[in-house]
Nanobody
Framework: QVRLVESGGGLVQAGGSLRLSCTAS????????LAWFRQAPGKEREFVAA????????YYSDSVKGRFAISRDNAKNTVYLQMNSLKPEDTSIYYC???????????????????WGQGTQVTVSS
């Protein structure tokens, strides 16, 4: 059974930092693109960041560029999201996802991703 399990969420004050982790089990994703999405209550799931298999090429939404950093450790089958300068509008459930089909970046739609974690809550207080 393939599982993606996120951790590291919590409550933080505005301006603070959190580091999310997502570890996969059941198969390796070392040759696949991994991503983070988030979803706030009443809103659609939105793209946050993605990273190619080599850990070099990354993609970010405009809303987090310069504040968040995505990285991966293929030996640990884990992807990370370092979140700095957090804002109240970053409050969401954060999900990791894996794209096992596309060899190049297919876009920011959730439909491009095949495996999902259960999410971890991030709450930023003002």
């Amino acid at each position: 059974q393939v599982r993606l399990v996120e951790s590291g969420g919590g409550l933080v004050q505005a301006g603070g930092s959190l580091r999310l982790s997502c570890t996969a089990s059941g198969r390796t994703f070392s040759s696949n693109r991994l991503a983070w999405f988030r979803q706030a209550p009443g809103k659609e799931r939105e793209f946050v960041a993605a990273i190619d298999w080599n850990g070099v090429t990354t993609y970010y939404s405009d809303s987090v560029k310069g504040r968040f950093a995505i990285s991966r450790d293929n030996a640990k089958n884990t992807v990370y999201l370092q979140m700095n300068s957090l804002k109240p509008e970053d409050t969401s459930i954060y999900y990791c996802a894996a794209d096992i089909y596309h060899s190049s970046f297919a876009g920011r739609g959730p439909h491009n991703y095949d495996y999902w974690g259960q999410g971890t809550q991030v709450t930023v207080s003002s």
